[in-house]
Structure formats: structure tokens, C-alpha cells
């Protein structure tokens, strides 16, 4: 079973950047897309970013597009979300998923995915 592990997360103020980082374990990392979602108090999970297998195709939210850019290390089993010019409306748990079909482009809707990180809290100030 895949166990992913997020990292990264934490306190920033207004235009600052992050990275987060999710660990994966086993060795079929490379076979599924990725992706981030997030979750803010009060509201639904809501799609950030997905990167394909390869790493070579990503699809990015428009909430977030121009600021977050998703990337993959197939030799480190582990994907990012580069943050930058944070907003106090990117406040949220982070989560990172692995799509559950092998080698699709990296869908935006949590349904396709199967394995779930715990999460990690970004917390942008004003």
C-alpha cells in the first residue's frame, strides 16, 4: 500500500512562499499521476494542482495559476506544490493524493484518488 507523507507546511505572511513536499512509499510511484488538494475551515476540498506520471503534463487551478507550480522527483518518490506570493486566502490544509489508475494525466476531482496524505496546515497572514 502507497503511504504518502506531506511536509512543508507552516506560518507565512502575505506574498511569502512555501514549499510543500509529499513522500511516497513503495515503488510504483512513477506509474500514477498526483496531485493537491485543499481544504479550508468551513468549506469543501478544492483541487490545487496534478502532475501525470512523467512529470511532463500538469493542470493547475485558476485560483492559483501564475503562483503554485506543481513538479515531481521520480527518483525521490516525492512531488511538490512551489507556493509563492501566498495570499491569506490560500489559508487551508494541504493534502497531497495519488490517482488511482495508473499513468492518466492527473485529474481535478477527488474522486479519482485513491491514497490520501494526513495533510499539512498552511497558514497565510495578513
Known amino acids: 500500500q502507497v503511504q504518502l507523507v506531506e511536509s512543508g507546511g507552516g506560518l507565512v505572511q502575505a506574498g511569502g512562499s512555501l514549499r510543500l513536499s509529499c513522500a511516497a512509499s513503495g515503488r510504483t510511484f512513477s506509474w500514477y499521476a498526483m496531485a493537491w488538494f485543499r481544504q479550508a475551515p468551513g468549506k469543501e476540498r478544492e483541487f490545487v494542482a496534478a502532475i501525470n506520471s512523467s512529470g511532463g503534463s500538469t493542470n493547475v487551478a485558476d485560483s492559483v495559476k501564475g503562483r503554485f507550480t506543481i513538479s515531481r522527483d521520480n527518483v525521490k518518490n516525492t512531488a511538490y506544490l512551489e507556493m509563492s506570493s501566498l495570499k491569506p486566502e490560500d489559508t487551508a490544509v494541504y493534502f497531497c493524493?495519488?490517482?488511482?489508475?495508473?499513468?492518466?494525466?492527473?485529474?481535478?476531482?477527488?474522486?479519482?484518488?485513491?491514497?490520501w496524505g494526513q495533510g499539512t496546515q498552511v497558514t497565510v497572514s495578513s
Open positions: 493524493a495519488k490517482e488511482a489508475v495508473p499513468f492518466h494525466l492527473g485529474s481535478d476531482s477527488d474522486r479519482d484518488y485513491d491514497r
